[in-house]
């Protein structure tokens, strides 16, 4: 029986080296509250495990030109503490802070969700419907790739072997917008989504939407981006029919499977009245309103 | 309130809160559980398991296995040697042993996903895991049943080729999946449907719940090389530990000691073995120490849920709500052997109504599931969701108030239960006042809200038990029990014993010993153990403070009749004697001449116990988009005779209510097509988290102390798991505008039943 090698390097060149020389049985390492349970129920039997942790940075929230860059490997604790971010991307910050229970907040990180692709991960629809940007850092340097570009299906991404997602950049917020994520599980902590929905608008001065991005979770093999369901809140006052139609695009965009935890038809409807919901909420937020805060069903 | 039975209520220490005993160990993580005992040498168990949920073993072959270094012992079916068969009496039903063997390593067949196969003992859990791998087991595929309605079909697969229904006449032609039959009643059902003024029916499903208990189970077994054993397991009963295991190896028993731990919740389903023998087993193949624990998944596939249940139900009552008949067929799962709970379904089912004419057949059916264990009023919760739905059904027929109409059908001490006791010292129609009377019943809804309401029924148990108090040097006490404190016993023990005695409950320490150490007992189950085992405690007690008095007598040369007890201090009640108190202090630092140590031991079987009855109240409201329910106020009433720890017997209310919303709202074992459980997590089988459920409000009514215990205990720990299935589904249900008669209520199901799915 051969154990586990654990490592940690101290730059992400180091990291990249550890991957290309575990030749496919290295697995990087943030918080380990999928990678661990994993490796524990004997799903996951990597060789080398490589702990991203000691990477300058990785684990750090910063403000950069107005916008934000969160570390894939910062925990939930840190990003709910984090002021800044709360006031400019509370649906990212409520998404990021759903994941598991106080004790995973401490080590549970964006980037782990992510990557771990999970179609029904939480902050996965937040960061796309805020339009963030992964930063990736491979072999021949970084670059840059929307979240919704990254998962690919159940358990896969588009990553690399040997690349490194090092953290999300959020933009600068315009005014007058807001963001939120709702998510349905049948018990009210410690579940998983049986769907899940992200909305982020801005407004105009006067409160007509100017731009609007929905995402759907757990409904599909992967977070959804649904544009149609954008669409149909841009240039409305979020009155019924615009709602209404907001609703339909979200239910055309489902495609997903009848499991133990949900049916299609369940799926799908309740998608649609989460994306509504979510939809008010962003606005609320968006015209600096925290009314509806905390709605979450 | 007082029925007259008892002594003035003047107690000193019985119906106080104190710090339990146990407490402080368990919430700093000193306290010993089964899998945290080492032994020098000791080998790690790991067990193989059936990856189908009906097979023929062909072959296994654990040659590989054997030849890896590391692995000292592998054991299967053929290692056990089930001594003469027949049945041992398992805490709230009789286990067949042929079954319980081969449920801890299968025979020729496998019966359910997870059924164990084979073990091995190895030097690290490493080794133990690669050796499973390389141990081949060959099967032939059998079809497989799930579901207990389809079990009972013709053409169903049939699990067991020499089951022929029991209880039928003449005996079947062919073998089925139904083990048994059992049939009760009285009266004439057929004339009083016919003159019937209402009749309600329903078809009610409960789905498969597992006891949810946060201890997987754990032991480690030592063989002696001279044959004598021990076993440190959680359990139950240790002394149930010790019969099984000794029974399905062939042992004598005084060759096997069991040594419990401290138990993390039980809940009746451990109340039978998985582990111990096969540990045992291993261990003497090897002659080193094997330890094995389940892991979570294991727990789910392979130790007893408690049964699904399919039900119909057919009720006859006037028009003024009074019930003349009923008719029941109760249809419950088994799992892969015999002994589903449902003729305690049966006899539970109208045990809270006075009804004359009752006709109840119970089905107990087997299937490709794991073999159900007890949980917590094994067979009454199922029961009582259908009757109290149907009667539910029949209040808003009736347009009656739910708890005026249980007043009017309510048991009356003398009436005759449909089983055959009489009934007695019983507070139901006290407990639906008591419910009446509370604020949260006459508290006005919330538009969007609606209440449930519905009651329940438990026997609650006496039976054998053993029990000792030592007065140590000092004057202190300690008292011996036999059953594994899982609710808070020592508690109650030291307590009881504390208030015969006349100490304050500082002085008074109790311990759980080992089979070896104290007098045989029953297990932790059937509510018995305030009941019986504090019986022999306070026995035990009034034995010691005897020989106290006896003691004092002799030291001032006195007659016994002039010396008084009390608190603790014995007084010379002789005016023609000059003498100081003498106190238990004093009388222990002299013990050696009066006759030496100062103690007492009694076994005894504690005939009496009294029955009990819940009456629990929900207020929920449910999200018309999503179908998910949120309980918002909650309220348990109960008949607990006597409330020695109150906290405690508050804390069994609130923890019954718990598991049975979970079972209402959420809790299911989910199958697919191939007959695998799809849901061995605890993240898809979902029990309540402590954030979805408000703070639970109890009502102890101590209207009828039992008296025929010392200080008024009646059984507390099963009653309220009955009630809550039907409080939610009422409520639900008329949130819904319909009759919810499938439980789990999950938020697809409700969402469904609504029209909006
Ligand atoms: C009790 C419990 C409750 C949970 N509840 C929720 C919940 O409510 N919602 C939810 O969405 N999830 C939940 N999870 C799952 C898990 O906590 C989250 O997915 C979490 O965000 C994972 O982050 P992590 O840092 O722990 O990831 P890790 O376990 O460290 O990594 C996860 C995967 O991502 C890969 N990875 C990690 N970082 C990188 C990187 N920078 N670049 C490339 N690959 C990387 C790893 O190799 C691994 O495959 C729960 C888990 C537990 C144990």
């Not at chain 1, 953290?167 to 599980?185: E, N, Q, T």
């Not at chain 2, 801890?104 to 091995?120: C, E, I, P, R, T």
């Not at chain 2, 009881?496 to 029953?522: K, N, Q």
Request: a neutral charge; aromatic letters at 4%; hydrophobic letters at 45%.
């Amino acid at each position: 029986m051969s154990g586990v090698e654990y490592i940690s390097p101290g730059t992400v060149a180091e990291a990249i080296s550890a991957l290309q020389a575990a030749g496919g049985n290295g697995r990087l390492l943030a918080g380990g509250t999928d990678l661990l349970v994993q490796m524990r129920g004997g799903r996951a039997k990597p060789k080398v495990v490589i702990d991203l942790k000691g990477i300058p940075g990785i684990a750090a929230i910063r403000e950069e030109a107005g916008g934000f860059i969160i570390g894939a490997a910062a925990s939930g604790a840190l990003i709910g503490e984090h002021e800044g971010l709360r006031k400019a991307w509370p649906g990212v910050v409520e998404a990021a802070n759903l994941i598991g229970s106080t004790q995973v907040q401490g080590r549970a990180s964006l980037g782990g969700n992510l990557c771990n692709a999970s179609p029904a991960a939480d902050s996965v629809p937040a960061l796309i419907a805020a339009g963030a940007i992964c930063v990736i850092a491979g072999p021949n340097g970084q670059r840059e790739a929307p979240v919704e570009t990254i998962q690919s299906g159940p358990g896969k991404t588009t990553l690399g072997k040997d690349e490194v997602l090092m953290a999300f950049k959020l933009p600068k917020r315009p005014a007058h917008s807001g963001d939120a994520y709702l998510r349905l599980i049948p018990r009210t902590e410690m579940d998983i989504a049986v769907v899940g929905a992200a909305v982020s608008v801005t407004l105009d001065a006067p409160g007509k939407c100017i731009s609007a991005r929905v995402s759907i979770g757990a409904v599909a093999p992967t977070a959804l981006l649904v544009e149609t369901a954008g669409s149909a809140l841009v240039g409305s006052s979020f009155d019924d029919v615009a709602l209404a139609n907001l609703e339909a695009a979200v239910a055309v965009a489902c495609k997903p499977i009848s499991d133990k935890r949900g049916t299609i038809e369940y799926r799908t409807k309740v998608a649609a009245v989460l994306a509504r919901r979510a939809a008010l909420i962003a606005r609320d937020r968006a015209q600096g309103s925290d009314r509806a805060q905390g709605a979450a069903s | 309130m007082s029925d007259g039975n008892q002594p003035p209520v003047d107690f000193k220490v019985v119906g106080q809160r104190p710090i339990r005993p146990d407490g402080v160990d368990k919430v700093t993580g000193r306290a010993q559980f089964g899998a945290d005992f080492h032994l020098p040498g000791m080998l790690t168990g790991r067990i193989k398991r059936s990856p189908h949920a009906h097979a023929r073993i062909v072959s296994i072959d654990a040659s590989a296995a054997e030849k890896l270094p590391g692995v000292k012992a592998i054991v299967t079916g053929v290692d056990l040697d089930v001594g003469a068969g027949g049945d041992i009496e398992a805490g709230e039903h009789a286990a067949a042993m042929k079954d319980v063997a081969a449920n801890v390593l299968a025979g020729d067949k496998v019966f359910y996903q997870g059924h164990a196969v084979a073990a091995v003992a190895a030097t690290s859990p490493e080794v133990a895991a690669e050796a499973l791998d390389l141990i081949v087991v060959t099967y032939e595929i059998l079809p497989h049943v799930i579901d207990v309605d389809e079990a009972m079909m013709p053409g169903a697969p049939v699990l067991h080729d020499d089951m022929y229904t029991k209880g039928v006449t003449p005996k079947p032609a062919k073998p089925s999946n139904v083990a048994q039959r059992h049939v009760m009643g009285r009266g004439d059902v057929k004339a009083a449907f016919a003159s019937a003024g209402v009749v309600i029916e329903g078809r009610y499903t409960t789905a498969a719940v597992h006891q949810g208990y946060i201890e997987p189970h754990a032991c480690v077994a030592s063989w002696g090389a001279d044959g004598q054993s021990t076993i440190w397991c959680s359990s139950q009963g240790q002394f149930l530990v010790r019969a099984m295991t000794a029974r399905i190896l062939n042992l004598p028993l005084s060759d096997l000691k069991v040594i419990p731990a401290e138990i993390g919740g039980g809940f009746g389903g451990k109340t039978t073995v998985y582990l111990e023998p096969v540990a045992l087993a291993l261990s003497r193949k090897c002659g080193r120490p094997v330890k094995l624990v389940m892991s979570r998944e294991e727990v789910f596939l392979a130790s007893g849920p408690t049964s699904g249940a399919s039900m119909d139900i057919k009720l006859a009552a006037t028009k003024d709500g009074k019930i003349t008949a009923a008719e029941m067929e109760l249809r419950y799962q088994a799992g892969a052997f015999a002994g589903s709970p449902v003729n305690l379904g049966c006899m539970t089912a109208f045990a809270c109504y006075d009804v004359e004419n009752l006709a109840l057949v119970g089905l107990d059916v087997v299937s490709n599931r794991p073999k159900v264990a007890a949980y917590r009023a094994p067979g009454a919760p199922m029961a009582a969701f259908a009757v109290e739905s149907a009667i539910d059904d029949l209040a808003r027929k009736l347009d009656m108030d739910p708890i005026d109409l249980r007043i009017l059908n309510a048991v009356k001490d003398g009436a005759k239960t449909v089983y055959g006791a009489t009934v007695r010292y019983s507070a139901f129609i006290e407990t639906l006042e008591a419910v009446k009377a509370h604020p949260h019943y006459k508290a006005k809804l919330k538009p969007g809200q609606a209440r449930g309401v519905a009651a329940g029924f438990w026997f609650n148990i006496g039976g054998e038990s053993s029990a000792a108090v030592h007065v140590d040097e000092d004057g202190g006490a300690t008292v011996v029990s036999s059953n594994p404190d899982i609710g808070g016993s020592r508690a109650s023990m030291a307590m009881m014993a504390a208030e015969t005695l006349g100490l304050p409950i500082e002085r008074v320490r109790c311990t759980i010993a080992d089979t070896t150490s104290i007098g045989f007992s029953g297990s932790t189950g059937g509510s018995r153990v305030t009941f019986a085992t504090g019986m022999a405690v306070v026995e035990a007690a009034q034995k010691v403070v005897a020989d106290l008095k006896r003691r004092a007598a002799q030291t001032w040369e006195c007659d016994i009749a002039h010396v008084e007890w009390r608190d603790g201090v014995a007084t010379c009640l002789d005016p023609s004697k000059n003498v100081k108190p003498l106190s238990m202090k004093v009388l222990a630092s002299k013990s050696a001449k009066t006759g030496g140590p100062i103690a007492a031991e009694v076994s005894l079987n504690a005939q009496g116990a009294a029955a009990g009855y819940g009456v629990h109240v929900c207020d929920l409201e449910i999200d018309a988009e999503t179908g998910r329910t949120t309980v918002v106020r909650y309220t348990a009433a109960q008949d607990v005779g006597r409330a020695i720890h109150p906290a405690y017997v508050e804390g069994q209310l609130q923890g019954g209510a718990a598991q049975g919303v979970g079972w209402a709202l959420n809790e299911e074992y989910v199958y697919n097509k191939q007959g695998l459980l799809d849901n061995a997590s605890f993240l898809d089988y979902r029990m309540p988290v402590a954030s979805d459920l408000p703070m639970i409000d109890t009502i102890l009514v101590e209207a009828k102390p039992n008296p025929r215990h010392p200080y008024g205990a009646k059984g507390v720990g099963e009653v309220p798991i009955v009630p809550p299935l039907a409080a939610v589904s009422n409520a639900v249900s008329a949130l819904v505008g319909k009759r919810m008669t499938a439980l789990p209520l999950s938020p697809v199901s409700v969402l469904a039943a609504m029209g909006k799915g």
